[in-house]
């Protein structure tokens, strides 16, 4: 086994050009002659198909080295730039390339870090060695240091800015890790620099998404995919103006009372544009007949309002769908929404899954703030209370879109804890938009814009009322015979700042505005700042983690359609010939590589680095061998593109129908 | 080819368990037997392989129909769910489910969504159809509907939250397309209702990362996993500390004075940590010695500060590395970073590429804004002005940062164009943390603390010079003999807001504080919130549209290592008996399939459709056939999943090494 697989090549001297000529039929006298002569150098024969990676070795003169930049010249030998003599177990994935005699029996599968580094063998310590294609080429170690880069040049195709130094840099896809502006503090080098200190969680098992962000998304698109149920939605009309596929949002149960706007019944259904497939929320308002279109003034003002926190209207149409006369509000679909009062006033919502009470309820066993008992209830019921941070977060966010509407001359009329919707984890948006305008229309006002103002003062009440009830956890506590001691309630737990906030608003005497809450949010704002910009920070780097893989889906799927495939045009040979066979090959390496002891090895580090390099083209060449043994290729990353290319534009060509191809 | 292809445990009443024992061999002569009875039903014998779907039709008994939720039983034919009569482009992705007889024909190859509704043959035009591997069923359409959701049971591994309507969801995963609140207002269905309106570009090319972002994070892994040119970094160490490859981060031309801080020469370079393998930024004070370990009271401060707007401080250390005495900072490394003063301050930025001057140069022939040729070259230098928001961004980040400085009892003595980098689009963070605590500590002060409300005050200074001098493009505007051309600019040019807050930060003689800053901001947080908040959304759904295909990789990195495998503990038929048989037909059923005429049917949507069923394990039946059309089988997915399980398995238990498998 101390013998080399001579490249191609320089064994026969035919011109590369015609090597894949060479090698259209796997079974030609030609190629067994040659892959016999490269057997008789004494390859093992046993059984085990596919070792590849004998422990060849050989020493280069040392004069080639520095010519290693040249792709087209056949000393290869240098190829492989990844290979540092330092190396930190981040990079070291960048190894997996080259089926090292060394690697495979080191490296547990199913892991993406591969950090075993290069170990000089006991005969060449004082050399720098580099392995191509099974073949290891030892080097001084000075000239090896050298030669890291000479082949980052206009291979690479990664935009470095010209101010940077002159780098080496890798020419295909890597993801680096999480960057330590995400890691905790905890994790950081300097907090636990014991010796035998572990990789933090974070970095070792975070090349996927986080598992409770993903869920969350995923949930997001089963209800977005949800078909409804053709028991419970009979009586829902098939198609409804441009909208199908209608699906109640709201239980059906007989025992809630349907939600009423101004005594009208509503409903709402998620549904889907038939021309853009696209789904909407749509809102209807049962047996409502448009007095007059002039209030479709408005709902273009509603239409035209755009802000993150307000459920955009999208469109106002009347219907006979339902069999009634009915308006239906079309606004986007916010999946996995709750309201407010869902969240944060239902005794069996997620905030109070343990016995929560509310304070102010009728039950005259319910823990009263204001009982004798203080102290000890006063604290079980704080303990239930929302966290002052909690209630700014949501006076931000209303502020914010009540602001924009007031700002368009519009007001929100519908500020309760029905209409408000919890989006996301935190996120807030205000619904219903325009449905009260429309609603209440009079067209016998001659200036409907006179009340706004009135309206927009209202808003604010509303708002008070809203955070009220929302930091004493109960819709009761806002009633008037309950004021005084809610607001008790307040100044006891929270801030004064929040304590004014909501006297403020609920002080009707005095013409209010938002301008003036501002100061009492102050700097809170740049608390809720601070926490999107690392909301951002987050889901960037969890992009980044994933961002690649469809492309290396795609290029498997590639593979795929022309790995094996039992014929192209008639022919029944075309997978096993030519460019493919070249390909069936490479994805025996990428896929099929034993060790020296014939177990498999499994490297997930190896096939994206493989997949990587070969989607980017690279020069670096490696040793593809057939299972018989019989054929041995030595071709590049970039040559095995071509490859892919030229197959997949076969096979693409092939799949178009012939008077479509004009 | 009319006739059907009649599932298996039906022909012959062999129990379900033993169907893959009786597959084990391929060539056993039971399954030949059976293979040719299946195909004595008048197969197509043509030279094409793969022939799966034939036109074959079969009328169901209609009280057949509504037992199709019980797995276990033989009578599958009701296993596609997702077969719904009224079908949108967007969810008719899970059609490519099926090999449909008319799909392959009209879906053009490359692309996701795959618009083909189910047609209804003339045969049968009153009946509803559907195709369970290659065979098409047909009922009345009313039984049809109610089938839709008959096996959305148990199967599904979708949490769906207790409050919704009994639903039918697709019981794997797809991902739905760009929500409505994603999508510009004007493709909205309502502006432009148009018959032949096309689908909006957003919705049909958006199934993979936005083009512009992933060249953004790839750019900067690129430069995070960019290794040090030895030429260049000849004379750096190997090792400093805990940190290797080191990679100067400023151009080392000798025309560029150095970094000087306090008269002290500094350098940054990009460095690994030897055990972590993330990347820190070094900065080294060159040549200096720690007096006194005292000063480390206040590097401890700065590390416990965490700000989305700093560089994190992580370590300061002291090092003979450099041959010299060095104090290293180590920072978090952001790569790609900008100064302000190369982004705006710089002729040859970015932001002005054609023939920006600064308005206070001493170049006599600069344009001035304060010629007499005021109303034609104001305008021409108010074009290259930032715009005002641009500012008020600028203004928010910077005082968000000082505020928490401030808050800490430290004081940040390095707000100048140098040291406030831009690490993406918009965003702004401090750098060089504590190096000036450190280099002019002085040991013999008994009370360092006691010059901190000075230090802020000149912060606030600094921040008032640099909204000037960015407002007026010119780091001389602020200079005191510019200072009043200086603000007469910027009260031309900007709000009276922006005016007020650099005079106020500018008037020495009173005590400022950040605070009174806050009401000039104004509503302005609310704009930042907003623009942050929806580029939150932003990159949720880009993240969303990549997050699963991690998932489909390593799943087909799965298929990969098992299919054509040369042989697995020594057996060379391994890959084609047993569950790998199953598996080997199903890559084909994915890949290889062929349109009735012959051609490749490439259809993306079927691949993604497949795999993602294979994950879920989803009771769908298939109908997989080999390519000599002697073996067929019908299969579910979860039968499947469980091969493709026990099969990895085997592949992963035979790759331990044998030592370490106890």
């Known amino acids: 086994m101390d013998n ?74 240098l190829g492989n730039t990844y290979a540092s003599p330092v190396r930190s177990p981040a990079n070291a994935q960048t190894l997996g390339g080259s089926p090292l005699n ?13 950090p075993t580094p290069v170990q000089p063998s006991a005969a060449a310590v004082s050399t720098y060695q580099e392995n191509v294609g099974g073949t290891t080429y030892f080097y001084p170690t000075s000239l090896a240091t050298s030669s890291v880069s000479a082949d980052a040049g206009p291979v690479s195709a990664s935009p470095l800015p010209d101010a940077a130094n002159v780098v080496s840099s890798p020419n295909y896809y890597i993801y680096p890790g999480t960057p330590s502006h995400l890691t905790p503090i905890s994790t950081s080098p300097v907090s636990s620099p014991g010796p035998g ?54 239980p059906a149960t007989s025992g809630t009372p349907k939600v009423n706007i101004m005594g009208y019944q509503t409903s709402s259904y998620k549904a889907t544009h038939t021309k853009t497939g696209v789904r909407y929320c749509l809102r209807r308002i049962h047996g409502f007949r448009l007095p007059s279109t002039k209030c479709m003034t408005v709902v273009d ?46 005794p069996t919502g997620p905030d109070a899954p343990n016995g929560y009470a509310d304070a102010f309820s009728n039950d005259p066993n319910a823990p009263r703030p204001y009982s ?79 009340h706004i103002p009135h309206y927009q003062q209202e808003d604010l009440c509303a708002l008070g009322k809203l955070v009220l009830a ?27 700042d929040l304590r004014n906030l909501i006297v403020y608003l609920l002080t009707t005497q005095q013409r209010r505005s938002l301008t003036d809450l501002m100061p009492m949010i102050g700097a809170r704002f740049y608390t809720q700042l601070d926490t999107l910009q690392i909301r951002g920070d987050v889901l960037e780097n969890e992009l980044a983690k994933e961002m690649e893989n469809g492309r290396l889906c795609r290029l498997m799927v590639k593979l795929g359609t022309i790995n094996e495939r039992p014929e192209l045009n008639l022919d029944p040979t075309w997978a096993e010939t030519g460019d493919r066979y070249m390909l069936k090959l490479f994805r025996d390496y990428i896929f099929h590589q034993v060790t020296e002891d014939g177990r498999p090895w499994l490297d997930m580090a190896h096939v994206v680095t493989c997949l990587n390099k070969l989607d980017a083209g690279v020069n670096e060449k490696i040793c593809l061998m057939s299972h018989d043994e019989q054929s041995v290729l030595v071709v590049s990353y970039a040559e095995l593109k071509q490859c892919l290319e030229t197959s997949f534009e076969e096979v693409f060509s092939a799949s178009v129908k012939p008077d479509s191809r004009s």
């Not at 209303?398 to 700002?407: E, G, M, Q």
Request: glycine share 2%; proline share 7%; hydrophobic share 35%.
């Open 4 to 77: 080399m697989f001579l490249p191609y090549q320089q064994t026969n001297g035919v011109p590369q050009e015609s090597k894949l000529a060479t090698y259209m039929k796997r079974s030609s006298p030609s190629v067994n002659s040659l892959s016999n002569n490269l057997n008789s150098l004494s390859l093992d024969h046993t059984a085990q198909f596919q070792k590849v990676l004998a422990q060849s070795t050989e020493f280069v003169p040392s004069n080639l080295a520095s010519n290693s930049s040249s792709n087209s010249s056949p000393n290869f030998h």
């Open 102 to 114: 060394h690697a495979p029996s080191q490296s547990p599968p199913p892991k993406i870090v591969h």
């Open 197 to 250: 200190k572990k990789l933090p969680p974070a970095a070792s098992s975070s090349f996927y998404v986080a598992d409770k962000l993903r869920q969350e998304i995923a949930l997001r698109h089963t209800l977005t995919m949800t078909l409804p149920d053709p028991d419970q939605s009979q009586n829902l009309p098939t198609v409804v103006d441009n909208y199908h596929e209608l699906c109640p949002l709201e």
């Open 301 to 346: 003002a509603w239409k035209r309002l755009q802000h993150s926190n307000i459920v955009q209207l999208r469109e106002v149409f009347t219907t006979k769908a339902f069999n009634d006369h009915s308006m239906i509000f079309v606004y986007d679909y916010h999946p996995g929404s709750e309201t407010l009062l869902a969240k944060h006033f239902s």
């Open 372 to 450: 004798h008992q203080k102290n000890t209830l006063l604290r079980a019921q704080h303990s239930s209370l929302l966290p002052e941070g909690a209630l700014w977060n949501f006076i931000i966010q209303v502020t914010a879109a009540l602001r924009v509407i007031h700002a368009a001359g519009l007001a929100c009329r519908a500020l309760d804890p029905t209409k408000i919707i919890l989006t996301a984890r935190s996120r807030l948006r205000l619904s219903c938009a325009g449905v009260m305008d429309v609603i209440t229309f009079d067209a016998n006002v001659s200036n409907p814009q006179a």
């Open 470 to 496: 929302l930091a004493c956890k109960s819709l009761i506590s806002v009633q008037p015979e309950n004021l005084k001691t809610s607001l008790d309630l307040v100044g006891r737990t929270y801030s004064s």
